[in-house]
Structures are given as C-alpha cells and as structure tokens.
C-alpha cells in the first residue's frame, strides 16, 4: 500500500443533506488515511432540468439555485480553498436537527468565512452559470446522469481517475472507523467493471448532528 499522499475530489450541492454526511465524513477520513479532498459544485436543480418532478421536489430545486450559485461565485473570485469553509458554514445553518429557512443564511455564512456580502447577489442571477455547469459536468459526467450528489473522484494507481456516487450513509463515521470505511469504498470503487452496490434505506433521515 502506498505511503504517498493523495488528493481527492468530492461534488456536491449545499442543499443536498445526504452529501453532508458524506463531506464530514471525508474530513474524518483525511485525519486517518494520506488523503486530501478537494471540494467542487454540482448543482441538482442543473441534474434534474426537463425532468418531471412532483411540486415539492421543484420547490425545493428553485431554492437550490441560491446557495450553489454564491458558491461557485466565491470559487471564481477567490478560488478553490474557500469553497470548504463557505460550504461548512452554509451546512451548519442549512442541515441541522431544525434546518434554517432564514433569508439571511448566505449572507451569515459568507460574513463568518470572510467573505464580500456582495456575493450574495450571485444568488438571484444566471451570471455565473456556465461556470457552475461546467463545475457541475466535470464531477457528474464521469458517473452519469443517473445519479445525484455526493460524487467523489479518486486517483487511481494506474493514472486512471476512479468516479463514484457515494456513499450514503448515516451518521458520520469517526476516527478509524472513517477510515476503514473508506478502505472498503476504494476497494469496491476501484474494481474493475464494478458498477453497484446498493440497498432501499426506507424512510431513513440523515443525522445531521
């Protein structure tokens, strides 16, 4: 096994709860194993355009576009590195045990990473859109589209990027536990033509906390 450190990419859209899982859960896993993660923009609004979808599911997709839009907005004016903590400050007000419905969320989150409150402005325009398709296309294209969020990309051994949706899981993994899970994803990830492995989770909820 190699001893190198390596660096990760996980998709995601600030909205979706079962990716938050997932991203904690990375950051669990980059104390344990020589790993880094790198964290990029999907959009679900973007993902399920010219579907038919029931009314709540579109109500919920017309909010989506807020948080990914000032989200790829901070990444093109200020870069990659940002996108955690606005992330992570956008999670812990948007996926809590009694999420926030607060039109002041996006400019709470970008005030306590120090960022201008003039992105939030990015929230109410297609401005940035190429750029979040794009972002969105690069994560997603490798996987298909029949898939959501979260989707991680790995380098594999052999110089070929290995792309998987997941895993979905609930609660977050600690510690070595974190890890050992991620030892079975890239087992199972890095297989060749291995394509799913999955199970009905009912009307589990993730935990937020």
Same mark, same amino acid.
């Given at each position: 096994?190699?001893?190198?450190?390596v660096t990760a990419d996980m998709w995601f859209d600030p909205m979706c709860p079962w990716a938050w899982v997932t991203s904690?859960?990375?950051?669990?896993?980059?104390?344990?194993?020589?790993?880094?993660?790198?964290?990029?923009?999907?959009?679900?609004?973007?993902?399920?355009?010219?579907?038919?979808?029931?009314?709540?599911?579109?109500?919920?997709?017309?909010?989506?576009? *807020?948080?990914?839009?000032?989200?790829?907005?901070?990444?093109?004016? /200020?870069?990659?590195?940002?996108?955690?903590?606005?992330?992570?400050?956008?999670?812990?007000?948007?996926?809590?045990?009694?999420?926030?419905?607060?039109?002041?969320?996006?400019?709470?989150?970008?005030?306590?990473?120090?960022?201008?409150?003039?992105?939030?402005?990015?929230?109410?325009?297609?401005?940035?859109?190429?750029?979040?398709r794009a972002s969105h296309h690069a994560g997603m294209d490798p996987v298909g589209d029949e898939v959501g969020t979260p989707?991680?990309?790995?380098?594999?051994?052999?110089?070929?990027?290995?792309? /998987?949706?997941?895993?979905?899981?609930?609660?977050?993994?600690r510690g070595e536990e974190a890890g050992k899970l991620w030892d079975g994803v890239l087992l199972v990830a890095g297989t060749?033509?291995? /394509?799913?492995? *999955?199970?009905?989770?009912?009307?589990?909820?993730?935990?937020?906390?």
């Amino acid at each position: 096994m190699t001893t190198e450190r390596v660096t990760a990419d996980m998709w995601f859209d600030p909205m979706c709860p079962w990716a938050w899982v997932t991203s904690r859960w990375l950051l669990e896993v980059q104390k344990v194993r020589n790993v880094d993660f790198r964290f990029h923009v999907m959009s679900l609004a973007v993902l399920n355009q010219g579907r038919e979808l029931n009314a709540k599911y579109q109500d919920f997709l017309v909010r989506a576009w *807020k948080p990914v839009r000032v989200c790829i907005a901070a990444e093109q004016q /200020f870069g990659n590195e940002v996108l955690l903590p606005l992330y992570t400050a956008l999670g812990v007000r948007i996926h809590t045990p009694d999420p926030m419905d607060d039109p002041d969320i996006i400019l709470e989150a970008l005030a306590e990473v120090g960022l201008p409150a003039s992105l939030a402005k990015a929230a109410e325009t297609d401005s940035y859109d190429e750029e979040l398709r794009a972002s969105h296309h690069a994560g997603m294209d490798p996987v298909g589209d029949e898939v959501g969020t979260p989707v991680i990309h790995v380098p594999g051994a052999d110089g070929q990027t290995i792309a /998987f949706f997941g895993p979905v899981m609930t609660p977050v993994p600690r510690g070595e536990e974190a890890g050992k899970l991620w030892d079975g994803v890239l087992l199972v990830a890095g297989t060749s033509g291995f /394509f799913e492995l *999955k199970r009905s989770r009912g009307d589990i909820s993730p935990s937020l906390e």
